[in-house]
T-cell receptor
Framework: GAVVSQHPSRVICKSGTSVKIECRSL??????MFWYRQFPKKSLMLMAT?????????EQGVEKDKFLINHASLTLSTLTVTSAHPEDSSFYIC???????????FGSGTRLTVV | AQKITQTQPGMFVQEKEAVTLDCTYD???????LFWYKQPSSGEMIFLIY??????QNATEGRYSLNFQKARKSANLVISASQLGDSAMYFC???????????FGAGTTVTVRA
């Protein structure tokens, strides 16, 4: 499968600031990437589908202005958490829709803590 | 409605024994794919095994096998000869053909005891 790199792995930010998380597909041109959010010991909740060159498709209940997604190239999608608050603290993980029938490769995740 | 149901929040298994993790799904799509992922405490999602809805045989990958019962809409994961390194959270997921999103179950935490 594809090789996916996600950065940073951990970030602590102050309330009110914005944080950018990067998801890179290192060896595969990814037209579609997915962003998930996961609370401790809970399931992965899909936040949005990121499509290269077009606007992201957000899941119901996800604030578009809060979680900005940009997929400007076939190798990079970014998630920006704007005006972060403590309730945004979570584990964020991206995945690339890879080649083949069962091709999904996940990034290593980003643990965001807002203080 | 929940698309993927995992009813076992946590399980303990003795080292070298087998463990079965339950997963049931709900879809009206005749073509779908079922996945199992392992998530250790580090957070990475590790792909374990895949079963397509039209696959005639149950999928196997090393110590992992999938008990696919289509009529019952179940896709249980069997881990044989458990190892301490198998301790992790395990997620069942489904992809339907109308889109490429993965729907995840709530997960099962497996703890392997020495």
């Amino acid at each position: 499968g594809a090789v996916v790199s996600q950065h940073p792995s951990r970030v602590i930010c102050k309330s009110g600031t914005s944080v950018k998380i990067e998801c890179r597909s290192l060896d595969f041109q990814a037209t579609t990437m997915f962003w998930y959010r996961q609370f401790p010991k809970k399931s992965l909740m899909l936040m949005a589908t990121s499509n290269e060159g077009s606007k992201a498709t957000y899941e119901q209940g996800v604030e578009k202005d809060k979680f900005l997604i940009n997929h400007a190239s076939l190798t990079l999608s970014t998630l920006t958490v704007t005006s972060a608050h403590p309730e945004d603290s979570s584990f964020y993980i991206c995945s690339v829709r890879d080649r083949g029938d069962y091709g999904y490769t996940f990034g290593s995740g980003t643990r965001l803590t807002v203080v | 409605a929940q698309k993927i149901t995992q009813t076992q929040p946590g399980m303990f298994v003795q080292e070298k024994e087998a463990v079965t993790l339950d997963c049931t799904y709900d879809t009206s799509d005749p073509s779908y794919g079922l996945f199992w992922y392992k998530q250790p405490s580090s957070g990475e999602m590790i792909f374990l095994i895949y079963q397509g809805s039209y696959d005639q045989q149950n999928a196997t990958e090393g110590r992992y096998s999938l008990n696919f019962q289509k009529a019952r809409k179940s896709a249980n994961l069997v881990i044989s000869a458990s190892q301490l390194g198998d301790s992790a959270m395990y997620f069942c997921a489904m992809r339907e053909t109308n889109d490429y999103k993965l729907s995840f179950g709530a997960g099962t935490t497996v703890t392997v005891r020495a």
